[in-house]
């Protein structure tokens, strides 16, 4: 069949055979296919949905685009632990030194910012020098000495899910719960490891917005990874307010930086050492979970995940003299103010997340570079009482659309003149 026959087939809502979507997905690598069809197809997919078995199909497509990896000679567990997105979400920073301090073992697969919410990978190359695409031999040898590696998608591991996660970033079709699993899944099962911590987000800096979608996509997400046969732990987490106090790329390193030295935000801080307990006890370094948290906890106090942290930007070329003397990177900074007196009853992430990439910290398009060194900083959280004319937030830039991004800013608080109730940092665990 043509390409575009398989796109009027999920189109008109038909479920699709597993021959048709590897087609489509063998196709699109060769470069057979262009952009603009799978785009069309990821259109369709996201109206009509994929149904389990298309979605474990579409995995297996994905992971048979390019390389698998696989360490026999680092004995034990390898385990993961991967974010659905968020806003100031660092927490792969932190948390995979402070794991692997506790003894587990992290070939992590990361990626860069996708529509309102940061990545990884743009945060740590906020470092100069740092460089998150290694060769295998590097890969092997970081993950033998630091416990653990932060790696960039190369053009050769699961390329299908790398040139897709780009084209969904621009075409309005990153909220899919198929697309999500076949995304996270094919990287997490090709990279390696043996075990998966998930922190799947939920509200409004999340994409998934309520509870029900966040349940549904752990189910598929949960699915796939028995059929892979890799242990799973999923913690849905409060994305309805920004995680920490930074939203930016080389802030959020730094915030992460000073959490590692027992500085760390309250909420950030719970929901690190929960995930890393997980990471522990999947890893069987720990039984039980409250022996888990106080090894993660003690990984801080002793300053032993903080020198794994600074011996792994080393090790993987960055200039630790950016995270030791911090620098002023920016030229213009800008403070919004409470508008009112009262309670912060909302703060939008979505809107703080977008505001974000108007002044520079992720992309609007595919091909934009961004601006390591603009950030904001939030200065309030929900429940917080304020007075008028207090500062909320601070930007932090170079350049970009100002105006906009202070705009959205202003949107995303609500102040209330009731207390609020706040979210809890972790909704449930599945
Ligand atoms: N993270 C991914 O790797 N893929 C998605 O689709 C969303 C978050």
Same mark, same amino acid.
């Given at each position: 069949?043509?390409?575009?026959?398989?796109?009027?087939?999920?189109?008109?809502?038909?479920?699709?055979?597993?021959?048709?979507?590897?087609?489509?997905?063998?196709?699109?690598?060769?470069?057979?296919?262009?952009?603009?069809?799978?785009?069309?197809?990821?259109?369709?997919?996201?109206?009509?949905?994929?149904?389990?078995?298309?979605?474990?199909?579409?995995?297996?497509?994905?992971?048979?685009?390019?390389?698998?990896?696989?360490?026999?000679?680092?004995?034990?567990?390898?385990?993961?632990?991967?974010?659905?997105?968020?806003?100031?979400?660092?927490?792969?920073?932190?948390?995979?030194?402070?794991?692997?301090?506790?003894?587990?073992?992290?070939?992590?697969?990361?990626?860069?910012?996708?529509?309102?919410?940061?990545?990884?990978?743009?945060?740590?190359?906020?470092?100069?020098?740092?460089?998150?695409?290694?060769?295998?031999?590097?890969?092997?040898?970081?993950?033998?000495?630091?416990?653990?590696?932060?790696?960039?998608?190369?053009?050769?591991?699961?390329?299908?899910?790398?040139?897709?996660?780009?084209?969904?970033?621009?075409?309005?079709?990153?909220?899919?719960?198929?697309?999500?699993?076949?995304?996270?899944?094919?990287?997490?099962?090709?990279?390696?490891?043996?075990?998966?911590?998930?922190?799947?987000?939920?509200?409004?800096?999340?994409?998934?917005?309520?509870?029900?979608?966040?349940?549904?996509?752990?189910?598929?997400?949960?699915?796939?990874?028995?059929?892979?046969?890799?242990?799973?732990?999923?913690?849905?987490?409060?994305?309805?307010?920004?995680?920490?106090?930074?939203?930016?790329?080389?802030?959020?390193?730094?915030?992460?930086?000073?959490?590692?030295?027992?500085?760390?935000?309250?909420?950030?801080?719970?929901?690190?050492?929960?995930?890393?307990?997980?990471?522990?006890?999947?890893?069987?370094?720990?039984?039980?979970?409250?022996?888990?948290?106080?090894?993660?906890?003690?990984?801080?106090?002793?300053?032993?995940?903080?020198?794994?942290?600074?011996?792994?930007?080393?090790?993987?070329?960055?200039?630790?003299?950016?995270?030791?003397?911090?620098? &002023? !990177?920016?030229?213009? +900074?800008?403070? *919004?103010?409470?508008? =009112?007196?009262?309670?912060? /009853?909302? $703060?939008?992430?979505?809107?703080?997340?977008?505001?974000?990439?108007?002044?520079?910290?992720?992309?609007?398009?595919?091909?934009?570079?961004?601006?390591?060194?603009?950030?904001?900083?939030?200065?309030?959280?929900?429940?917080?009482?304020?007075?008028?004319?207090?500062?909320?937030?601070?930007?932090?830039?170079?350049?970009?659309?100002?105006?906009?991004?202070? &705009? !959205?800013?202003?949107? +995303?608080?609500? *102040?209330?003149?009731? =207390?609020?109730?706040?979210? /809890?940092? $972790?909704?449930?665990?599945?």
């Amino acid at each position: 069949m043509r390409a575009v026959d398989y796109i009027i087939k999920k189109r008109n809502g038909e479920k699709l055979q597993e021959q048709d979507i590897k087609e489509l997905i063998a196709g699109y690598v060769s470069g057979d296919i262009p952009d603009y069809q799978i785009s069309a197809f990821l259109m369709a997919v996201f109206f009509q949905g994929l149904d389990f078995e298309e979605t474990w199909q579409l995995t297996n497509a994905m992971i048979a685009s390019g390389i698998r990896f696989d360490f026999p000679e680092i004995e034990g567990i390898k385990v993961d632990k991967h974010s659905t997105g968020g806003v100031g979400d660092k927490v792969s920073l932190l948390l995979a030194p402070i794991a692997a301090a506790c003894g587990c073992k992290i070939p992590m697969m990361s990626g860069r910012g996708l529509g309102h919410t940061g990545g990884t990978l743009d945060k740590l190359e906020s470092v100069p020098g740092y460089r998150v695409f290694l060769t295998e031999g590097e890969v092997r040898k970081i993950l033998a000495d630091d416990g653990y590696v932060m790696m960039g998608q190369t053009e050769d591991f699961v390329p299908a899910d790398k040139r897709m996660y780009a084209l969904r970033d621009v075409t309005g079709t990153v909220e899919s719960i198929p697309l999500i699993t076949s995304s996270i899944m094919s990287k997490k099962i090709a990279e390696g490891s043996n075990a998966l911590v998930l922190d799947l987000k939920c509200g409004s800096g999340a994409f998934m917005k309520n509870i029900d979608d966040a349940k549904k996509l752990a189910e598929y997400i949960v699915g796939t990874a028995k059929a892979a046969g890799l242990k799973i732990k999923v913690v849905i987490s409060d994305m309805d307010q920004p995680l920490g106090r930074t939203i930016g790329n080389y802030n959020e390193l730094l915030e992460s930086a000073a959490a590692l030295q027992g500085n760390g935000d309250e909420r950030l801080m719970e929901l690190t050492y929960r995930l890393a307990g997980w990471m522990i006890v999947l890893s069987e370094k720990a039984a039980t979970m409250e022996e888990a948290v106080d090894m993660a906890k003690k990984a801080v106090a002793s300053g032993e995940a903080f020198k794994l942290f600074l011996q792994n930007i080393e090790h993987q070329d960055g200039d630790i003299d950016y995270v030791i003397n911090p620098k &002023k !990177l920016y030229k213009y +900074s800008k403070t *919004i103010y409470a508008q =009112k007196n009262g309670y912060i /009853e909302e $703060i939008n992430s979505y809107d703080v997340g977008i505001a974000s990439i108007y002044i520079g910290c992720g992309r609007r398009t595919k091909e934009d570079t961004i601006d390591h060194y603009a950030g904001i900083e939030v200065l309030k959280k929900v429940g917080d009482s304020v007075v008028k004319d207090e500062p909320i937030f601070t930007l932090f830039y170079n350049e970009g659309d100002i105006e906009t991004a202070q &705009k !959205l800013l202003e949107k +995303s608080i609500v *102040i209330s003149d009731n =207390k609020p109730k706040k979210n /809890e940092i $972790i909704y449930e665990e599945i």
